[in-house]
T-cell receptor, first 110, second 114 residues
Framework: GEDVEQSLFLSVREGDSSVINCTYT??????LYWYKQEPGAGLQLLTYIFSNMDMKQDQRLTVLLNKKDKHLSLRIADTQTGDSAIYFCAEITGGFKTIFGAGTRLFVKA | DAGVIQSPRHEVTEMGQEVTLRCKPISGHNSLFWYRQTMMRGLELLIYFNNNVPIDDSGMPEDRFSAKMPNASFSTLKIQPSEPRDSAVYFCASSLETRGTEAFFGQGTRLTVV
């Protein structure tokens, strides 16, 4: 069935890199997403990657896609306290339904 | 556009009472989603509408939950009777029915059932 899995918590020190991992099940997904949720707010799109790409870089963010293993990761370089949030991995299935992971809560220690 | 609008932002109710959450999607969007978020279970998809028609309600936890979309600009999620375990943040999101389209989320309704 449709499922997106990610670990629930990650803790890093300020200035280190954060890597948030995700696995998905729908091999026909053409777009994969990372959303960010700030405290007390809804989710907002952070970045996305097309399924025909292996990597996408956007300033401090790097998205890596391993389509064979259905594995997606988000790397945040030089993590800052302002990056503390919940990060959601998501895919769009064949039925145009967006499936989200449960979210990874990133804690950044000063 | 003001984005996805949810009301109320906060709701506190007593166990057994009926609760109705409201959502106004972004104009022109034809897909609407209701999600529930808790610390223990993360973000869960409850129901998904396309062109006002419920497509997948497999995430609705039980018969106490119902959702309607009478027109393209309004949806409700109703819980009757409410229970303390229903306490969560409920999000509504909307998108266009095309591949690769971003889902836009409302600010959420924080529901507390005492």
């Amino acid at each position: 069935g449709e499922d997106v899995e990610q670990s629930l918590f990650l803790s890093v020190r300020e200035g280190d890199s954060s890597v948030i991992n995700c696995t998905y099940t729908d091999s026909s997904s053409t777009y994969l997403y990372w959303y960010k949720q700030e405290p007390g707010a809804g989710l907002q799109l952070l970045t996305y990657i097309f399924s025909n790409m292996d990597m996408k870089q956007d300033q401090r963010l790097t998205v890596l896609l391993n389509k064979k293993d259905k594995h997606l990761s988000l790397r945040i370089a030089d993590t800052q306290t302002g990056d503390s949030a919940i990060y959601f991995c998501a895919e769009i299935t064949g039925g145009f339904k967006t499936i989200f992971g449960a979210g990874t809560r990133l804690f950044v220690k000063a | 556009d003001a984005g996805v609008i949810q009301s109320p932002r906060h709701e506190v109710t007593e166990m057994g009472q009926e609760v109705t959450l409201r959502c106004k999607p972004i104009s022109g969007h034809n897909s609407l989603f209701w999600y529930r978020q808790t610390m223990m279970r993360g973000l869960e998809l409850l129901i998904y509408f396309n062109n006002n028609v419920p497509i997948d309600d497999s995430g609705m936890p039980e018969d106490r939950f119902s959702a309607k979309m009478p027109n393209a600009s309004f949806s409700t999620l109703k819980i009757q009777p409410s229970e303390p375990r229903d306490s969560a943040v409920y999000f509504c999101a909307s998108s266009l029915e095309t591949r690769g389209t971003e889902a836009f989320f409302g600010q959420g309704t924080r529901l507390t059932v005492v």
